[in-house]
């Protein structure tokens, strides 16, 4: 009877280690899903989104949403990952997504509207609260109203890595004063204006790292075409984790290609400003291999020109024209004309003289959702694109310079105009007299007889207080290629 009672306790634990097993078995083989398939999430509307994911290997993977009930299979490859194109509706919601191997997961309070990517440096990254010591101006109101449940938001944690990525840790989060005063101050206002204009629900997924350069955000196919800055191998270590070419993109974009997207904000320059000719090869080329790897398309690229700022305080020692950001302001605005689908918001009036971040995020985040409002969304009858120079007439001692993009003429709001300069042949800038007419300005200079060229603000660091008469700004720019 002993050994019986033995015997049978024996056949007991090996069953429960068996079940034991098998459930561990069945644990792993749940399908899982990556951190932007979650519960909150938004999907873009009315077209065929990416979802996918690892399951167990070879398995049948059905993905289905609560707006129609139809499902849509595949098979998993022999490593468990697996990828399918889903049919969205218009916007809408909250809806269910289920996604199952034969285990059910269902992700809740899914939004379907209108999704964006928000990318770039600190400008962009710089939270509705602030940095320490350096506020949004009006923030802390916007924050207290901000609750909006349509109103979603992702923020992909700083990750700097020598091999592609696939997942991240964070959660999508809806709209309200706990999630928006961390969030970017200039995504916020984009998505609210969209939010508030298309009245659909807004997706906003912030990919930034304050200080990086645009090489950090490329990918290593990209990046080899350029040699002046090495591209580190597998495992290598990183020196400098925001200034290393590859190394974020491989972390912090990677996880997200492919997922539906309208389209992209990007705020960065910054810390490029030594290399703007190179930056202009470099932006085009970036904006061209993101749409490639998302494969939709050009799909709207609107960025931010970096604000006026001077960055003598980074190297007094220097020759200020080494170092002036003008340049790295005209090679954004020369990208314009590169880049297909794109658009500039201009920033000459809030740039603040010795602090790199402006606190005037609001005008920012706003003018590059007027650029979508227009380009994108069809909106008509109001302004959206700054003016431009256009050309320059010498007569006598005076320079006449003319504008595109000034249907309605020019103004200061009533201030002197400042900010420009004329030279003659020896190409000595002095500043100028400007006289302001409805939609040009007359410019002359008792130190330059004879002028030749023209320059507006372009400078580290220049208020810019020439408008349209809409209110959008006027870039620093020059007529001379010296």
Same mark, same amino acid.
């Given at each position: 009877?002993? /050994?019986?009672?033995? $015997? ?22 749940? /399908? ?9 999430? /938004? ?133 309200? %004063? ?37 090489? %950090? ?57 030594? $290399? ?26 609107? @960025? ?18 080494? @170092? ?41 985040? $706003? ?21 431009? @120079? ?15 993009? /000034? ?76």
């Amino acid at each position: 009877m002993k /050994v019986m009672n033995t $015997e049978l306790k024996r056949t007991s634990v090996a069953f429960m280690l068996l079940v034991f097993l098998m459930s561990g078995l069945t644990a792993n083989a749940k /399908v899982k899903l990556p951190a932007l398939f979650a519960d909150h999430m /938004v999907l873009q509307q009315q077209t065929k989104v990416a979802v996918w994911g690892w399951s167990e290997a070879r398995a049948t993977v059905e993905v289905s949403g609560s707006w129609n009930n139809e499902s849509v299979s595949t098979k998993a490859d022999k490593d468990g990952k697996w990828k399918l194109m889903l049919q969205t509706p218009e916007a809408g919601g909250p809806y269910q997504l289920s996604v199952s191997d034969g285990e059910v997961i269902t992700l809740e309070n899914v939004m379907i509207g209108e999704v964006w990517i928000c990318s770039g440096q600190s400008n962009m990254e710089m939270p509705m609260k602030g940095f320490q010591g350096q506020p949004v101006k009006g923030s802390n109101m916007d924050i207290l109203k901000s609750e909006d449940h349509t109103i979603r938001m992702i923020t992909v944690p700083r990750n700097a890595q020598t091999t592609p990525q696939d997942n991240f840790e964070a959660k999508w989060k809806e709209a309200d %004063a706990a999630a928006v005063r961390n969030f970017s101050a200039t995504g916020y206002y984009f998505g609210k204006l969209l939010n508030e204009m298309l009245d659909v629900p807004i997706g906003l997924i912030e990919v930034s790292w304050g200080g990086s350069c645009i090489q %950090a955000w490329m990918s290593k196919e990209t990046s080899t075409a350029f040699e002046d800055k090495e591209i580190p191998a597998p495992g290598d270590s990183i020196l400098v984790e925001n200034r290393t070419p590859t190394v974020l993109f491989n972390g912090m974009l990677n996880p997200v290609i492919a997922y539906g997207i309208k389209g992209c904000i990007w705020y960065q320059g910054e810390t490029n400003y030594q $290399e703007p000719d190179r930056y202009l090869e470099l932006f085009p080329k970036m904006v061209k291999e993101w749409r490639n790897l998302w494969g939709i398309g050009d799909f709207p690229f609107y @960025y931010a020109q970096i604000a006026p700022f001077d960055y003598s305080v980074f190297t007094p020692d220097e020759p200020l024209e080494k @170092y002036n950001s003008a340049f790295l302001r005209e090679a954004q605005l020369k990208a314009m004309d590169i880049i297909p689908n794109s658009g500039m918001a201009v920033l000459m009036d809030v740039g603040e003289e010795t602090n790199i971040h402006p606190m005037r995020k609001k005008e920012g985040g $706003e003018r590059l959702a007027l650029w979508a409002l227009a380009k994108t969304y069809g909106f008509r009858d109001f302004s959206y694109q700054s003016p431009g @120079y256009y050309a320059i007439e010498i007569k006598g001692s005076q320079v006449i310079v003319s504008f595109k993009n /000034v249907a309605n003429g020019l103004t200061t709001f009533g201030k002197e105009l400042m900010g420009f300069e004329i030279a003659g042949e020896n190409k000595v800038f002095y500043p100028a007299t400007a006289f302001l007419r409805s939609k040009s300005v007359i410019l002359s200079s008792p130190r330059v007889e004879k002028p030749v060229a023209v320059r507006y603000c372009f400078k580290d660091y220049a208020f810019g207080n020439l408008f349209a008469t809409d209110g959008l700004p006027v870039s620093s720019f020059r007529s001379d290629d010296w």
